[in-house]
């Protein structure tokens, strides 16, 4: 998953093993305050300040803390700790108005800004007890923005949740196979619409059906959404935006360019 930060520089988050080799991991080396090193597993997140010549910084996303066990894809569950991060799942992410990054996977939802990717975690072996908190900004960080509340990692405090799709008798699912893109108020989400299925051991859907892909659109930030099935198949993301009924705004680059 990779996208431009509002500060400039690029975001680049995975993981540190594929997940059909979790059981020999080998890890990544990040770095630790006080010029220690240490080996993280799982989900990570790298910045580039020169446009992906040269990525300095890198941490693992974790709020670290003693061992305890989360869900995650598929009802899987994983080991959480100052050293083991989310082990697999689809990513999407977008930078919020107040310079946070809001990082999904396919269960959990992370909150972080660049001020903590860019500051140094404890040495693991010296933060056994430590809050299960990301905290907001580097400690001698002067952005008010930036030195708000600490915000937990695997989901934040306060959220709404919003439905952008709801049909009888249809599943609606997958939007981290087909993308999100983002232009100050205006976002616009790919998913993939199925029938549904009480399941056995699968997902919810009837697999002797047609699976379809969908778009769905907000002009106010996310709080309000119309989803719809594109006529034959998009050529690009504004040929997908014409095919709503408002009339669409001119991209800001917000995230990116449509291009």
Known sequence: MLIRL??????????????????????????????????GYG????????DGKTWPVRRLITPGGPERTVGGIDRHEFTLSNTMAEPQGYLAAAQTRDDRI???????????????????????????????????GAPNETNEKAKSAPVPTVQPVTKENITIFSEPGRYGGWPANHGLWQWGDEIVAGFEVAWFKHPVNDHAVDRSKPFECWQARSLDGGKNW??????????????????????????????????
């Open 43 to 50: 989900l990570f997140a790298a910045v580039s300040f020169d």
């Open 6 to 39: 509002h500060e400039g520089p690029l975001l680049l988050c995975s993981y540190t093993d594929q997940s059909r080799d979790w059981k020999v991991r080998k890890g990544m080396t990040f770095k630790a305050a006080h010029g220690s090193e240490f080996t």
């Open 226 to 259: 119309k989803s719809k099935q594109p006529r034959g198949k998009p050529r690009g993301i504004d040929d997908m935006i014409s095919q709503f009924d408002e009339k669409p705004k001119q991209a800001s680059g917000y995230q990116t360019q449509r291009e």
């Open 102 to 136: 809001q990082l999904l996977s396919s269960k959990n939802h992370y909150v972080f800004n660049l001020s903590w990717l860019k500051q140094l975690p404890p040495a693991p072996a010296a933060s056994a007890a430590a809050d299960a908190h990301l905290k907001i």
